[in-house]
């Protein structure tokens, strides 16, 4: 095999892969609605392990893998903050995630409570948990 056959050989094989691990996939999306972590929780472990911490930007989703890192924007005023997923959550009927003080401050969600929201993956992870 000359070296031009075997490099196009690997540029295809690296396009199938890449594809089939789903790089060719649109991003993950999802609308709803979005709350914030109580005080009560700050320094109680989250089911990744970590703990929580208000100062930080990370979130709960019930099925993201931990350590994905997702834009939330609220469309009432098009703030956007991007967050990692450290935690499984909301674990109340309607919301598609809880948010940390700071991340929930800056997309202005505290003096509400809870908002509606639009989640994009920015940053996939692929694991098991």
Do not use: E, W
């Not at 089911?47 to 990370?58: D, F, I, Q």
């Not at 993201?64 to 956007?80: A, E, K, M, Y």
């Not at 909301?90 to 700071?102: E, F, N, W």
């Amino acid at each position: 095999m000359t070296f031009f056959a075997s490099l196009r050989y690997l540029l295809l094989l690296g396009a199938f892969l890449f594809a089939s691990c789903g790089g060719g996939r649109q991003a993950f999306t999802q609308s709803g609605q979005a709350s914030y972590y109580a005080d009560k929780f700050k320094g109680r472990k989250t089911a990744s392990g970590a703990r929580y911490r208000p100062s930080k930007r990370t979130a709960a989703h019930n099925t993201l893998p931990f350590g994905t890192i997702v834009r939330v924007t609220n469309p009432r005023n098009h703030r956007s903050v991007k967050v990692k997923i450290t935690d499984r959550g909301p674990h109340a009927k309607g919301r598609i995630i809880d948010l940390s003080r700071k991340a929930a401050r800056k997309i202005g969600l505290v003096q509400a409570g809870v908002a509606p929201v639009q989640l994009k993956v920015v940053h996939a992870v692929h694991g098991s948990n």
